[in-house]
Each structure stands twice: as C-alpha cells, then as structure tokens.
C-alpha cells in the first residue's frame, strides 16, 4: 500500500571543506515545541499511480521546499523503515538552497480538538543545514542510517568532475560522468543572444513603458511572435494584425522593417561555458525558436553560431517549442538520444517538454547556475570564479 511507503531527498553541500545536509522540521501543532529526533528529509507519499518513487521523492521535495532538485545524478541511499512500520526510500543530491527562500506546501487540521474550528499548517515549518553531527541529534532516529550511507558514499566519491586546468587539458570522456550524456543543447535568445523586441519598442514609444507593454501583450504578443517562429510568412503574418489594428500599423510593420533592432548583444558568461565545454571535446548544439526569415541576419551578427556543432531552428522544422515533435527532429538529425542530451532554456515550458521525453533538461537563470548545474552533471567545466560570467 502507498500509505506504508514515503520517498524523499537528502540535500547536501561542501562548506569549507566539510558536508553540510538540510533537514526539515514538520509543521503543525505537535511538533512546535519538539526538536531533537523530531526533523526528517524532506519526504511524502506516492500518489496511488506513482510506481517511481525517484519521481515522488523529487516532487516532494519542491513541494515542501518549493525548489526543484538540483541537476544532476543522484545518490541511491536505499530505504529504512521507521517506528510505525512505514518505509522510507531516499536518495541524496549535491546543491544549495537559502532556508529563507523555503516555502512548503499546506495542510488543514482541527485544532484545538473538537473544537470545529480549521486551521491552516506548513507540512514543513522550517528547513535549515547541519553538520552530519548535529544532524543525527536533530533526524528522526530510524533516519540516521541514511546519514551513514551518505558518509560511506561521498568517503568513495572521486570528487568534482575533471577541469581544464586540473593536472593538464584533456579531452571530454562520456565515460567519465555517472550518467550517458554527452553533449549540451543550448536555447539561443534569452540564453546566448539577447533577443528583446523592448530594444526597439522603448524607441518607438519614447520610454512609456506602460504603453509599449500594452503593445507587446495585446497587439504583437508572444503567441504571434510564436506563430511566425513556427514557420508562418512574416509579411503574412504583419499584414493580417495591421488591419486588425490600423492605428497601430505602423508599429506592427516596425516588427519586421526594424526587426535587427530586437537583437541585443551575446550572453558572454554563457558563451564562454559553450566554448569552454567545446574545448573540452563535449559537443554543443543549439535548438531554438526562431523565424527562418530572420536567422540569416542573426548569424551574420554572431559569428559564434558557426562554431557549434549543429542548430536546428523552428522555423526550418515548422513547429516551435514545447511541442515534443521538435526535440524528436532535433534528435532525430543528429543521431542523439534523450538520455544523452542535457538541455538548457528560459522558459519553464520548454524545460518541462524536454524533461518530458527523458531529457536532462536545465531551467536556465544565468550563466553560473548553468555553469554549476552542467558541473554537478559531470561535464568538464571550471568553477564559476574562474569563468566570464553575465
């Protein structure tokens, strides 16, 4: 029965050479005043069709926390069976997390007793990091031996994937990190090119950003800009919303006249994590949402795109992410496999479709997270310190 059964992860870091792991502390009116032996991993139930406990346990923990599990692979720290006869299976991940950015999920419960009234608790009241000492006084007592197996684990670990620099250069090895993959796959505006159409609007309607955010919500909104990704003719596309909108004509023709006005810069901090995983020997591939009509001016404005290993644009394929259709053409042209591929993009939607179909894929926030998240994966790359970085 579910009911007899729980998963959850053990978070753990490196602080000043020492591992530090994050316990949580249950919420509700019982466990208020009670401490020691009382905190946990987080952890929950699997839903009546959950049969992968991984799933439930990585669900749990942003449930009770309100982050995701880091990237990476994970530690299989087995199961132990608690006082009351529920087993608890967990696994532990290398990350960080800020205890005051935790948010946990809630649950209803009469208090006082019989007295009718409802009242609203924190499943998790409060997480916080220990030493291992301090967390076996603190862990629910049937919980310490997960703490062992996380000793005996990391005590064999061979530490921080290989970097440029470590004992010499040397050449990306697949066989080196704990998992298949194998090469990366990089969103492009948002992640390496900044693409904006702001860049051009805050011209065009002299800094009122309340009227230009109109514009680009109503009128020349993303699902448009969408559509035109996927394949749609530009002036097709222009011609129909102008005489949607005559009065705004003008700047709805602005859209594709002063399009190369969008384009910003390069992301330097993400590029050098590409070229540095390129000098690695690991390939780098691009898959974007993006006009076929337009991508001949961008690649001329960023020679670095010629150096990637392969890009596959939506407008060539003629359907844009999320639809999973693309990332099967994306794999499908370059003889790659979901498990061999981690993915980095902005949007939660993308991320999501990739994760999906089996792919690592990273939700990406700036180049050092990415840079930390592709490390903990096991691909060739420096500290964040020693890199350029947004």
């Not at 529920?86 to 948010?103: E, F, I, Q, R, S």
């Not at 996380?150 to 994937?161: E, I, K, R, S």
């Not at 796959?185 to 011209?203: A, C, E, K, M, S």
């Not at 230009?212 to 800009?225: A, I, K, R, T, Y």
Request: include cysteine; glycine fraction near 10%; charge should be negative.
């Amino acid at each position: 029965m579910n009911s007899r059964r729980s998963a959850g992860i053990l978070l753990f870091r490196r602080r000043e050479g020492r591992v530090e792991v994050l316990l949580a502390h249950p919420g509700g009116p019982f466990f208020g005043r009670k401490d020691l032996g009382n905190w946990s991993i987080p952890k929950g139930e699997p839903s009546p069709d959950e049969v992968d406990l991984e799933l439930t346990a990585r669900r749990e923990f942003e449930e009770e926390t309100g982050h995701r599990v880091p990237a990476g692979p994970l530690i299989d720290l087995g199961a132990v069976k608690q006082k009351g006869g529920k087993v608890v299976y967990a696994w532990a991940a290398d990350g960080d997390l800020d205890p005051a950015m935790a948010t946990s999920n809630t649950f209803s419960f009469e208090w006082p007793p019989f007295s009718g009234r409802m009242k609203i608790y924190p499943e998790i009241d409060r997480v916080e990091w220990f030493t291992p000492e301090e967390a076996r006084r603190r862990i629910k007592e049937a919980q310490t031996p997960l703490l062992d197996r996380l000793d005996a684990a990391l005590a064999t670990d061979p530490g921080d994937p290989p970097t440029p620099g470590d004992g010499g250069e040397q050449d990306y090895d697949p066989a080196r990190t704990s998992t298949r993959l194998r090469a990366v796959v990089f969103d492009l505006g948002g992640v390496l090119i900044d693409w904006n159409p702001r860049h051009l609007y805050r011209t065009l309607f002299g800094g009122n950003e309340a009227a230009m955010e109109d514009f680009l919500s109503e009128v020349c909104n993303p699902e448009w800009n969408a559509r035109i990704d996927a394949g749609r003719p530009f002036a097709e596309a222009v011609e129909e919303l102008a005489s949607r909108h005559p009065d705004r004509a003008y700047l709805i023709h602005a859209y594709r006249e002063r399009w190369g006005e969008m384009l910003g810069g390069v992301f330097e901090g993400t590029l050098a994590v590409v070229r540095e995983l390129r000098g690695a020997g690991v390939p780098v591939y691009a898959l974007s949402n993006w006009s076929a009509e337009t991508f001949a001016l961008t690649r001329s404005r960023f020679p670095f795109l010629d150096e990637l290993e392969g890009i596959v644009i939506s407008g060539d394929v003629g359907v844009g992410k999320p639809d999973p259709a693309i990332f099967r053409n994306f794999m499908a042209r370059f003889g790659l496999q979901a498990d061999e591929i981690a993915f980095v993009d902005d949007s939660p939607a993308n991320v999501a479709a990739a994760r999906g179909l089996g792919i690592e894929a990273i939700h990406f926030e700036n180049a050092e997270q990415v840079r930390r998240d592709l490390r903990r994966l096991g691909f060739p790359l420096a500290e964040g310190g020693d890199a350029l970085r947004d």
